[in-house]
T-cell receptor, first 115, second 110 residues
Framework: DGGITQSPKYLFRKEGQNVTLSCEQNLNHDAMYWYRQDPGQGLRLIYYSQIVNDFQKGDIAEGYSVSREKKESFPLTVTSAQKNPTAFYLC??????????????FGSGTRLTVV | GENVEQHPSTLSVQEGDSAVIKCTYSDSASNYFPWYKQELGKRPQLIIDIRSNVGEKKDQRIAVTLNKTAKHFSLHITETQPEDSAVYFCAATGANNLFFGTGTRLTVIP
C-alpha cells in the first residue's frame, strides 16, 4: 500500500455509534492528515498533525476526533455527533520542513456508510 | 485561508488530443502546487508538482505552468490516452497543509 495503510476498506455504522478508522504509515513522515471526499466537493480537511501528541482542526472537524500517540499512527474517530458521516475518508502523510512543502502520500481510503 | 478553484469540472477529449485543466488560488504566500490523479475507487496519486520559483515543469506528456502574478496554474496533458481518464485535483499550500480544488473528471474517448 505504498507505505501508508488504511483499514478497514469498507465500514458500516449504525445511528448513534462511534467508529474508528485506522491509518498507519512506515514512511517516517512527521505530518499526517485526514480528508473527507464527497462527490463534487473535492477533498476537505478534517484534522492534521505535524508532530506526535499534537494535532489541529481542519475545515470540517465537528463530529470527529483524532489522536497522535505514535509517529506512525493517526486514527480518526467518527462520533455520533457527525450527522452525515457517509463518505470516502482518505488519510495522508508527508515529510515536514519549516520552509518547504511536499506532496502527500495517500492511503487507499475507507468508505464509511451509515445504515 | 487559501481558496483553490478548479475548472472545468468535466472534460472530454478525443484520444490523441490535448487536455488543459486550470486552477486559481487566493493566497499569495502559497509556494507549492501539486497535481493528483485519482482513478475510480482508488487513492489520489501525485503526478507532477511545481514550486513558486519555477514557471513551467514537464514530465513526458504532462506539464504544469504557473503564473504567480495572476495566481493561476494549469495542467497540460498532450497526446491523451484512454488510461489518462480519471479525476484530477490541483492543490496549493496553506500555512500547514494543502488546499485542494474540487476536481476535474477527464474522459478520453478512444
Amino acid at each position: 500500500d505504498g507505505g501508508i495503510t488504511q483499514s478497514p476498506k469498507y465500514l458500516f455504522r449504525k445511528e448513534g455509534q462511534n467508529v474508528t478508522l485506522s491509518c498507519e504509515q512506515n514512511l517516517n513522515h512527521d505530518a499526517m492528515y485526514w480528508y473527507r471526499q464527497d462527490p463534487g466537493q473535492g477533498l476537505r480537511l478534517i484534522y492534521y498533525s505535524q508532530i506526535v501528541n499534537d494535532f489541529q482542526k481542519g475545515d470540517i472537524a465537528e463530529g470527529y476526533s483524532v489522536s497522535r500517540e505514535k509517529k506512525e499512527s493517526f486514527p480518526l474517530t467518527v462520533t455520533s455527533a457527525q450527522k452525515n458521516p457517509t463518505a470516502f475518508y482518505l488519510c495522508a502523510s508527508s515529510p515536514r520542513d519549516r520552509e518547504l512543502h511536499y506532496g502527500y502520500t495517500f492511503g487507499s481510503g475507507t468508505r464509511l456508510t451509515v445504515v | 485561508g487559501e481558496n483553490v478553484e478548479q475548472h472545468p469540472s468535466t472534460l472530454s477529449v478525443q484520444e490523441g488530443d490535448s487536455a488543459v485543466i486550470k486552477c486559481t488560488y487566493s493566497d499569495s504566500a502559497s509556494n507549492y502546487f501539486p497535481w493528483y490523479k485519482q482513478e475510480l475507487g482508488k487513492r489520489p496519486q501525485l503526478i507532477i508538482d511545481i514550486r513558486s520559483n519555477v514557471g513551467e515543469k514537464k514530465d513526458q506528456r504532462i506539464a504544469v505552468t504557473l503564473n504567480k502574478t495572476a495566481k493561476h496554474f494549469s495542467l497540460h496533458i498532450t497526446e491523451t490516452q484512454p488510461e489518462d481518464s480519471a479525476v484530477y485535483f490541483c492543490a496549493a499550500t496553506g500555512a500547514n497543509n494543502l488546499f485542494f480544488g474540487t476536481g476535474t473528471r477527464l474522459t478520453v474517448i478512444p
